[in-house]
Every structure is written in C-alpha cells, then in structure tokens.
C-alpha cells in the first residue's frame, strides 16, 4: 500500500454506496474503500480504540466520547443516518411496561451505557417523556464491544449493572434478536438498533404504534436523533490538510444522488422508517453541515456534559472541522 492511500471502511448504504461504487470521487486523494455491507457496526470499537484505519463511519456518541478522552481523531458534518431510538426498544410482556413512565425502577438492558441508541434514548425520555433516566436501572453488556478499550466514565448518580453477551446475543449481522435476558425476565426492556426485535410469544414492543411517538417527538423537539458521523484521524488531517474538505464535497455530491432515489422512492426506507412520513413530519431529506444539524449536536453533547461523560467545557465546533 502507498504512503499517499488513504484506508476508509464503510457501509454500503444511503449516500455511502456512491462513494464505493465509484459513482462519487474524493477528488485529489487515493482513497481505499473497505465494503463493510448493509452495517457500519462491525468496525465502531476499532476506530474509537484501536484506530486502524483513516476514515471511518461511527456512531455520533461514541465519537464524542472518544475526542473528549483525547483520542486522536476529529470529524466532518456529515451524518449518514438518523434514526428514533423509539423504534428499538422490546418489553418483557410479563413485565407490566406499557409506557415509558413504567420503565422506572426497571431493568433495560443495552449495549453500553454511551452506547449511542442509549444515549439518544435517555435524552428523549428526559426531554419529550419527561421520565428521569436515573430512576431506571441500566444493565449494560460487561464486555462493551462496542468500547472494549476505551474506559470512560460512568455517571457515579445512575444505577448501572451488568450483564456479559448482551450485545453478541441479539446483535448479530444476521438479524436482530431479542435474547435470553429479556425473554426469561432477568431484564424488563431491552434498546436495540433499527427497528428492534421482532416479536415474540414472551416479548414485544413497547410502542404499538411507533409513528406517533415519533410524530409527537419532533412535534416538540424538532430533532431527528444523528445515528452516525465521518470521522478522521488528526494524523491524516495534519498530512493532508485539504481531505476534510474534499471528503465533504464529495458526501455532498453523493447526498444529492441518494436524495433523487429518495424522490423517486427508488429507496423508499430510511433505518426502518417509511420515507414519505420523514418527508410529511419535514425532517427529511437530512441536510449535511454545522448549521443545518446544529439543534440534534447541541441536544446529545448538552446531555453527555449533563451526565459527566464529556467535558463542560466542550462546544460542538470543537468536534468538527472547518470544511468551507
């Protein structure tokens, strides 16, 4: 491999597929793209850890949390995903949970504590549900894969507990599971990703109807939670000062591609929600830079500072670079 490439694993989906098909070039640089998939996932807790690659594709919280602890990376407003944490969370049926205000003094299950649909979902239970996060238990997985190799802090206010296998029992790159713990009730909820798990005779969701949740939500919040964000090593930046901007011409070009299928409903679904209501509640088409995400940045870094995990002295502009 050159000295001058410039390793990228990504997902192929959205606006990404334009960039590893070629369709979309980084003009001036030799990038080489790894073709992750339909996920990003598998590749989150090396570039927060281990930080392998150039480029990478991460979930917004986790990439906070990483440059807050001096990890050596920064970041590009753009965002691939968005998502409603609403969507992923199951109930044990037995467990009497019909609303989120039953969730107190219960037992949830998830990833990580930063993990980001967990942070997401304290937010918007604090902000929209007004249920207080530090009356519900959160049991993450012990073996953080996610973070495996990243120590950050745990709010000492929250009532934390863990479990091993959370996250290699129901997240699995073949579908999405509920798993042992909820179904024989050693926990009473679990948050996971897309749109959850499916059904079973023993679990289920907890919103029956998801889009009115969500119509609700950005009725009084206005945001659209960020899933994910293009990271960058500081170390490929200070070698190639121009690639920040260059990369986000290029997710611009690439965007604009996705947003014709997107019209045409070419691509019809965007993480598991239907395009047309996104479009009707007017948060989508999903717009890139500072400004036009600057309302979703501001409410997960506010919370983060809120709960310990990242500085108080922390602004969003400091996460990202100037792109032009």
Not at 39 to 64: C, N, R
Not at 131 to 153: A, C, H, R, S, T
């Amino acid at each position: 491999m050159g000295s001058n490439v410039i390793t990228f694993p990504v997902a192929r989906r959205h606006d990404t597929k334009f960039l590893l098909d070629g369709t979309v070039r980084v003009e001036g640089y030799d990038i080489e793209f790894t073709d992750t998939g339909s996920l990003p996932w598998p590749y989150f807790a090396d570039m927060v850890t281990k930080i392998s690659y150039d480029i990478g594709e991460q979930a917004l919280s986790h990439y906070l949390i990483a440059r807050s602890m001096g990890k050596p990376l920064t970041a590009i407003p753009v965002f691939p995903s968005s998502f409603f944490p609403q969507m992923g969370v199951a109930v044990n049926r037995a467990s009497g949970i019909r609303e989120p205000k039953d969730l107190v003094g219960r037992r949830v299950g998830v990833a990580g504590f930063g993990y980001n649909p967990a942070v997401w979902f304290r937010w918007i239970l604090k902000s929209h549900y007004q249920v207080d996060p530090k009356q519900i238990i959160w049991v993450e997985d012990e073996d953080d894969l996610f973070f495996n190799g990243l120590p950050y802090l745990r709010p000492s206010d929250f009532k934390i507990e863990r479990l091993p296998h959370i996250t290699s029992e129901t997240i699995v790159p073949g579908g999405i599971y509920a798993g042992e713990y909820l179904q024989t009730g050693q926990i009473d909820a679990i948050l996971l990703p897309s749109g959850g798990a499916p059904a079973t005779a023993t679990t289920g969701p907890l919103f029956d109807d998801p889009q009115a949740q969500i119509s609700a939500a950005v009725a009084q919040t206005g945001i659209f939670p960020i899933n994910t964000v293009i990271t960058l090593t500081t170390k490929v930046v200070e070698k190639h000062p121009g690639l920040p901007a260059a990369l986000y011409a290029a997710f611009k070009k690439a965007r604009a591609l996705y947003d014709e299928e997107t019209r045409s409903r070419k691509e019809s679904i965007h993480m598991g929600l239907d395009i047309g209501f996104l479009e009707k509640l007017g948060i989508f088409p999903t717009k890139y830079g500072l400004d036009a995400n600057k309302n979703a940045l501001t409410a997960i870094l506010s919370h983060l500072v809120t709960e310990g995990i990242v500085s108080p002295s922390s602004t969003v502009s400091d996460f990202f670079e100037p792109v032009g």
